[in-house]
């Protein structure tokens, strides 16, 4: 016989709006009582006293018994105050026991792996579990065994195939199914033993998420622009990303590698820009890294939509040479490059700032400026100034987005591109917008 009890104590002598209540559990798994169903059970007052020095309640099972011989019991206790509070203490925590002797312990059925756990439409799924039973009781025919849902629909149902192990130590079990449907599925394996003694065979039962079958995205059109180029200049890193499903990526994605000998550089992976188009057809992202060491760099792109479905591309390199020393050459005319670029004031505090872009080899370049927040979604693109013969370029930027309303307080990206008719080069700056 066990009597599980708990004192509720309230500093305002508010009554509790339910219970308490206690949860009991084997191998993390709710308790079914007869008459009194499944786990939390709510408990009974004991005496009368007032709330504020502690009212004391207990819980009996049913028949005065936990029918299941387990070692493996836990259990905690719960309660809320009339205003909805949540109770604290030390019973509120996760506690062993009690050890409940006889013939036959329950088994425990775990899940082991589901591989893939996100996949595509027409894939085949495997369910693995861990049997175990500290009688050395094997399981009894057809189990253990899973069941598929999709929704509140059952889909299959399969008893899965001994791998390795024993009962006492742990039986791995395993067993494959091909989904179709799209969605976010739900599984659950049982198990029942088959004791040797003559004690009743006992169930347990256990639900987990999962798969998620979906379409994957693609990415494709993975670049940089220039491939090889000195020391000190812009590289452009741009993908298209694809998804059948029209699905946008998962937040910080796109993003790109970028290794040197092995080693991440760059504060790599980096969250790419969106640029342009739609998800279904391909959306561009972008994003420019001056690169200052010479040498080989790899890189490649990666990508996850909503639903975590991941996807990369495959390895690429560019190259950064050495400055060559100074030789006499002869031009038709210097290719345009940015000396500096920033906006003031920065911080702005109304609003207004000033992007300003020194660049030289050019005095009838055009300066484009696109706007993105934190997230690296597009604000405001298309920003355009030309020049007027001198080596600057300046854009008073309103603070307001490509609807025209103010955004909000927060830290911005301004890409400014200088582009002189026969090259364009690309800088990126910080904004931070303070009201």
Known sequence: KFAYRVRYTDVDNNGPSFGPKVHIMIGGVPINLPSVGTSPYLMTQLNPNPYNTGRDYEFVPSLNVLRVASDDYTFYFEARDIYGATATGNPTEVQPGPVVYGGNLAPVIQKFSLSPEIGTPNGSYIFSAKYTDKNN????SDYPNVEVFLGTTSLASFTLTYISGTPASGCIYSGSVTLLAKGTYTYRFTAKDNPWVGSQSTVQSILYTGPIVTDFPELIQGTVSPKVALAGSYFLFSVVYKDAD????????PRVFLTKNGKPIFGSPIMMFYSKGDFFLGATYEYPIQLTEPGEY???FEAKDINGAKVLTEVATLTVLSLAPSLPVITQSPEVSIIACYNY???T?????????????????TLEISIYDVAGELV?????QKGSGANYIEYPWNGRNGNGRSVANGVYFARCIVDDGTKKVARLIKIAMLR
């Not at 207004?352 to 370049?365: D, H, L, Q, Y």
């Open 137 to 140: 009781d094997l399981p009894a």
């Open 246 to 253: 029209g699905e946008e990526p998962a937040r910080a994605f």
């Open 298 to 300: 790899s890189f490649w």
């Open 345 to 347: 004031p920065n911080p």
């Open 349 to 365: 505090y109304d609003g207004k700032t000033t992007i300003r872009v020194e660049f030289s080899g050019s005095t009838s370049a």
């Open 380 to 384: 405001v693109e298309n920003l355009k």
